[in-house]
């Protein structure tokens, strides 16, 4: 797939467990994906798909226990991130790879200031202290679009709107200029202007810093205007992926088909109800060998309550995970 | 902060007022003869007289005035007498106990020491003890350290006072024979010798006051720990590569002492009156075994002048709580 550039992330095989009362829930299930730099990744998939856990465990980021990490290799800048020791991932939280979250309500420390929290990581993985570290947290929230730094540099979290809490959040996954940002459901709390505001502010800051950048999401219409190329996951694995036009016209994977139906028609008919996807998604509490998907897909045949298909190219860079596709794959080549 | 310290400060004098008034009725609804204590041989009609020579032929609210401008004007002035020698107070008179003759302020500052050192010295050290256990109790939640820790002060939270001190007592004192069962008060500290004397005797008061506090305060810090340690903006600290100490001393601890420091102060006054029994078990005759004989002898300028000391320390250390509260949590602005 990627023959010309090396990839700045690339994961293989990876796979998460989580141990509860019920048993073991394979959260991740074999996931193998690259990312290159400059790429702006979309992933997408329904609560509980794992696109969260999978994000969080390249960092070590999941609490353990519950979460285990079994087995996989994430390489980054030609290391294992899961091999590493706390003393050198800590490093790469907040100096190469940033991160930002869901909720910018709770996402910031109440008790500190904004200025504070920013200057943090600038302490610790730059060595900036006093003057150096404030003049660059104040260059960053210019950068990050929030009027008036020098007034609001001291002020505390709860005297700023959501919207303005993402971009301070933003601004402190940016601190050390990081090669990759992780944005896991930046907008899912912000009203709509918000979100436009939002996107708005990350499409301009990758054409400026040129980082690659991991979006989770699952609002199939902001990976439509942000994404270079999608991931879409179902119950801990990825079912298919594709850049950006080609899933949205040709949509393979019954479930991404399904997905995209669910996007309600601003214009056209009204009398349509909107449509959703029949059943609930699964928890995956025995790891696998048969499609998640079989019990709400149309299409679903003997194969798919048996053996457990495998992420295959289809078309060019557009690789899917079903049975109804294999014997295409053989004719395409 | 420092308007809304002013007016705080300002609405405490009519609430203090109201509780001495409260007190004042209740006390004098409290049945009991200040005179029953003396001897049965003398006669009635004298002891209506050593009644009326307490003040107790008055009507109720000459008796709370006059109690008003003794505790509130003639013993200040008292005070700064003593401190000055300039003679302010003339000859005003002070609040006199009725079992000694003396006034209850000299008393009061007679048992002072003896509770500020056993009981003071207990609430430090639970707190000292305490807070540590709770952070680390949490932090490793369902630990072999939590498990005993949390154990440890369920113990201590239900187990009386009484009880564990007279087991104490009968350990260390009767078969160890390491600590005196009795705290002397006549004890002074001169040097090294006498004051690992000091030392052996306010161990076991304080070691049984000190587990029942830190007990209470452990607790509470454990499971403001917990709150906190699932919040999320301490995954976004420790996504910023932030090492786990600083995550759990800087990020977790500051929002984790908020309530605590609340709880912490408020107990503070309980330190005055609240050690009674254990007082009582060791006896050290400190304020709460004052109150205790006072009560008993129906003593009622010093119930009522204790009393109210206790509920003056309430007020201020509600005051302060919420103070330390603004000064620790932002979000909490008093204007």
């Known amino acids: 797939m990627s023959e010309d550039i090396s990839p700045v992330l690339s994961v293989k095989d990876l796979k998460v467990v989580f141990s509860t009362r019920k048993g073991e829930v394979h959260a991740v299930n074999t996931i193998n994906f690259d990312l290159n730099s400059g790429e702006l990744l979309g992933v997408v998939g329904e609560s509980g798909s794992g696109k969260s856990v999978t994000m969080m465990s390249l960092l070590s980021l999941l609490p353990s226990p519950p979460a285990k990490i079994n ?122 202007t918000i979100q436009a505001q939002i996107l708005e502010l990350v499409r301009d800051l990758r054409k400026k810093l040129g980082m690659a950048i991991i979006w989770i999401t699952h609002d199939l219409g902001v990976i439509a205007g942000i994404a270079t190329r999608v991931i879409v996951m179902y119950a801990g694995q990825i079912v298919e992926q594709a850049n950006v036009d080609e899933l949205f016209a040709n949509p393979q994977h019954p479930y991404t088909q399904a997905l995209i139906e669910t996007i309600p028609a601003v214009r056209g008919e009204r009398t349509k109800r909107l449509n959703s996807i029949r059943g609930q998604a699964p928890t995956t509490l025995i790891e696998p060998h048969f499609c998640s998907f079989h019990p709400r897909c149309d299409f679903a045949f003997n194969k798919c309550t048996s053996i457990n298909p495998q992420l295959i190219e289809q078309r060019k860079n557009h690789l899917v995970a079903c049975h109804l596709f294999e014997d295409k794959e053989v004719a395409v080549g | 902060m420092f308007n809304y310290t002013i007016r705080r400060t300002l609405l405490a004098i009519p609430t203090l007022f109201f509780i001495s008034l409260a007190l004042f009725l209740l006390l004098d609804l409290a049945p009991g003869d200040p005179t029953a204590q003396l001897p049965l041989t003398i006669p009635p009609e004298v002891r209506e007289k050593i009644r009326l020579a307490l003040g107790l032929g008055e009507p109720f609210h000459i008796r709370f005035l006059l109690w008003l401008e003794q505790f509130f004007i003639n013993e200040p002035l008292h005070l700064l007498t003593e401190l000055t020698g300039v003679d302010f107070s003339g000859d005003r008179q002070r609040v006199i106990s009725w079992q000694s003759r003396s006034p209850v302020m000299d008393i009061v500052v007679q048992r002072l020491p003896q509770t500020l050192w056993v009981v003071g010295m207990s609430y430090v050290m639970g707190t000292i003890i305490a807070l540590p256990i709770g952070i680390i109790s949490a932090y490793r939640q369902y630990s072999w ?191």
Not at chain 1, 135 to 156: H, N, Q, T
Not at chain 2, 245 to 271: C, D, E
């Open chain 2, 145 to 335: 350290f939590d498990q005993i820790g949390t154990f440890v002060s369920m113990v201590g939270f239900s187990i009386p006072t009484f009880f564990t001190g007279v087991l104490l007592i009968v350990i260390f004192s009767v078969h160890l024979g390491w600590f005196p069962s009795i705290y002397d008060t006549t004890h002074v500290v001169t040097d090294w010798g006498s004051l690992i004397v000091q030392i052996k005797q306010m161990i076991m008061p304080t070691m049984v006051l000190a587990l029942y506090n830190a007990a209470q305060i452990s607790r509470f810090m454990r499971a403001s720990m917990l709150d906190n340690l699932n919040q999320d903006y301490v995954r976004t600290a420790r996504a910023k590569g932030l090492r786990e100490n600083v995550v759990l001393l800087v990020h977790v601890l500051r929002n984790s002492m908020i309530p605590v420091v609340t709880v912490i102060a408020i107990g503070v006054p309980t330190v005055f009156g609240g050690a009674i029994i254990t007082e009582q078990v060791f006896k050290v005759n400190g304020l709460g075994q004052l109150l205790i004989t006072a009560i008993q002898a129906n003593d009622i300028p010093m119930v009522q002048t204790l009393t109210f000391i206790f509920a003056v320390l309430i007020v201020l250390f509600n005051l302060l709580a919420d103070i330390l509260y603004g000064i620790l949590d932002p979000r909490i602005r008093y204007e």
């Open chain 1, 71 to 192: 087995g996989g290799t994430v390489s980054f800048e030609g290391k294992d991130l899961l091999k590493m020791n706390q003393k050198e991932i800590r490093k790469i939280r907040g100096g190469k790879i940033g991160f930002i979250f869901q909720d910018p309500m709770t996402s910031l420390n109440p008790v500190f200031s904004v200025g504070f929290q920013i200057m943090e990581p600038l302490k610790k993985h730059m060595g900036l202290t006093g003057r150096k570290a404030q003049d660059r947290a104040l260059e960053l929230l210019e950068l990050v679009g929030i009027p008036d730094p020098k007034k609001r540099f001291k002020d505390y979290p709860h005297q700023f709107s959501g919207g303005m809490r993402q971009r301070v959040m933003i601004a402190i996954a940016l601190t050390c200029n990081p090669k990759l940002l992780i944005a896991d459901e930046p907008t899912t709390a912000l009203d709509v």
